[in-house]
Structure formats: structure tokens, C-alpha cells
């Protein structure tokens, strides 16, 4: 099956400086890879995501990258800003049917003021 | 729209215990999920649903039941409690995944078993 390894685990930056969390899977199959975040008591939420026939989306100051030969994908964060501060998961899956995410360990990103 | 309900919040068991996790969303989705989230690690999926009356084991399927009567409700079933299972459970829904819609989560029940 699918197995999504992310890092790194923790990341700390300075506020207005750029962060970069990486993850690889292993099932060349998965073409749906979403990134969430998730704050602290509550759910994840969705903030991008991306398709295998895309090399990379933007939306504002958050980007994904996508290279399917080497299996990894990495979300972008520009300016960051404190309230980034959250826990970030990447996921991968089959869009066939349900979605049946696998999921990284998360990365712990704090914005330091 | 509430989006995606849990009930409770958090709950203390028992070893042996039983109880129900209750999921609703009133977002008309069609397919619905249930994760567990362990201290400092992932989601993992434990139970899915297409549909009303149709469900299907995820990636740790052990020890839960699920059912799905209507299209709102997905309920999640502990039968016997196991400290193994203290976790945070999420249930999410989407409305069709093949039209890239993406899962939207519940605020999450945290159970303890003690």
C-alpha cells in the first residue's frame, strides 16, 4: 500500500521568511495530493492541493510542487506571518471512488515574530 | 450550513467499554470517513462509506464498526474498549472526489481509555 514520509518534523522560521516542508510517497498510482492544516483542537483543513497531470499550483502566498518521476511533492509558503503557526499534513491517494488519503506524519511550523 | 458535527467532544472509558461515536453533515455529501490521529503522527483511515448502506474497511479497521443508514449519519462503533484505540477520531466528507472535491473534517472526539 501507499506510504507518505514528511519532513521535517518541526520547522521554525522567521516571521516574513519563506518555509519549505517536504514529503515522498511510494505508490507511483496516487495522482491527489493535498496539503492540510491543522490548528491546535480542531480539524484539518484543506489550504492546497494538487493533481499528478500538474507540476505546480499557487494560490497566494502558498505553492505546491509536484515531480512524480522522483515520487515527492513539497508545499511553499512565502511572508509568512504568525497565525501560520499550525501543524501541516500532506496526503496522497487513487482518485477512484473514495478518497482514501494516507497521510505524513505532520511537520510542526512555528512563525517567530 | 453546521459543516461536519462530532459528538461528544471527549470521553473517558473504560477497558471493555463500548460506545458510539456519533458523525453528522448536512452538506448532502456522499462520501464519508472516519481517521484516527494518534499523539504526533497522521491521519489514518479507519472506516469509508460511498453511500447510504455501503461502507468499507480503510487502513485499520480493527476493533470499530460502522453503518451508514442515511446519507447525514455515519456513526462509528467501539465494541470493546482497548487502550490502544485512546486517540483522536476525525470523520470527514466530501461530495465527490472525482470532480476534485476535497474532504472537509469534523472538529474531532478525543476518547481515552483507561
Known amino acids: 500500500g501507499e506510504n507518505v514520509e514528511q519532513h521535517p518534523s518541526t520547522l521554525s522560521v522567521q516571521e516574513g521568511d519563506s518555509a519549505v516542508i517536504k514529503c515522498t510517497y511510494s505508490?507511483?498510482?496516487?495522482?491527489?495530493f493535498p496539503w492540510y492544516k491543522q490548528e491546535l483542537g480542531k480539524g484539518p483543513q484543506l489550504i492546497i492541493d494538487?493533481?499528478?497531470?500538474?507540476g505546480e499550483k499557487k494560490d497566494q502566498r502558498i505553492a505546491v510542487t509536484l515531480n512524480k518521476t522522483a515520487k515527492h511533492f513539497s508545499l511553499h509558503i512565502t511572508e509568512t506571518q504568525p497565525e501560520d503557526s499550525a501543524v501541516y499534513f500532506c496526503?496522497?491517494?487513487?482518485?477512484?471512488?473514495?478518497?482514501?488519503?494516507?497521510f505524513g506524519q505532520g511537520t510542526r511550523l512555528t512563525i517567530n515574530p | 450550513n453546521a459543516g461536519v458535527t462530532q459528538t461528544p467532544k471527549f470521553r473517558i472509558l473504560k477497558i471493555g467499554q463500548s460506545m458510539t461515536l456519533q458523525c453528522t453533515q448536512d452538506m448532502n455529501h456522499n462520501y464519508m470517513y472516519w481517521y484516527r490521529q494518534d499523539p504526533g503522527m497522521g491521519l489514518k483511515l479507519i472506516y469509508y462509506s460511498v453511500g447510504a448502506g455501503i461502507t468499507d474497511k480503510g487502513e485499520v479497521p480493527n476493533g470499530y464498526n460502522v453503518s451508514r443508514s442515511t446519507t447525514e449519519d455515519f456513526p462509528l462503533r467501539l465494541e470493546l474498549a482497548a487502550p490502544s484505540q485512546t486517540s483522536v477520531y476525525f470523520c470527514?466528507?466530501?461530495?465527490?472526489?472525482?470532480?476534485?472535491?476535497?474532504?472537509?473534517f469534523g472538529p474531532g472526539t478525543r476518547l481515552l481509555v483507561l
Open positions: 494538487i493533481r499528478s497531470n500538474v
Open positions: 496526503a496522497a491517494s487513487k482518485v477512484q471512488g473514495a478518497q482514501k488519503l494516507v
Open positions: 470527514a466528507s466530501s461530495y465527490d472526489p472525482g470532480s476534485q472535491e476535497t474532504q472537509y
Open positions: 505508490d507511483s498510482a496516487s495522482n491527489y
